[in-house]
């Protein structure tokens, strides 16, 4: 059975940290891409962050990007994400989803574009 099980979401004032992590099981995790995707109160999904088989290639969308890191460790099946000073508009569920191939870049903000996805985790940004 696959799973991806995301955890480390919370509150946080701005100008804080995050990290969240997704733990996978149930596919050989090694062969997938792996992605942060979030979705904001009453709003779209929305990429955030993509990493490589490896580990060695990452892209951000350009309003994390310079804040947030991406990494991922395939011995522990588990993806990462950093989150530095956190913004109130970061406030989102965050999800993690993994495809064996690269989501294009148009697909990334559609559940169905992804082969495996989790049940994601609260991230509010807030004084």
């Known amino acids: 059975q696959v799973q991806l099980v995301e955890s480390g979401g919370g509150l946080v004032q701005p100008g804080g940290s995050l990290r969240l992590s997704c733990a996978a099981s149930g596919f050989t995790f090694s062969s997938y891409w792996m992605y942060w995707v979030r979705q904001a109160p009453e709003k779209g999904l929305e990429w955030v962050s993509s990493?490589?088989?490896?580990?060695?290639?990452?892209y951000y969308a350009d309003s994390v990007k310079g804040r947030f890191t991406i990494s991922r460790d395939n011995a522990k099946n588990t993806v990462y994400l950093q989150m530095n000073n956190l913004k109130p508009d970061d406030t989102a569920v965050y999800y993690c989803?993994?495809?064996?191939?690269?989501?294009?870049?148009?697909?990334?903000?559609?559940?169905?574009?992804?082969?495996?996805w989790g049940q994601g985790t609260q991230v509010t940004v807030s004084s």
């Open positions: 989803a993994g495809n064996q191939r690269v989501v294009p870049y148009g697909n990334r903000r559609y559940r169905n574009a992804y082969e495996y």
């Open positions: 990493i490589s088989l490896g580990g060695l290639s990452t």
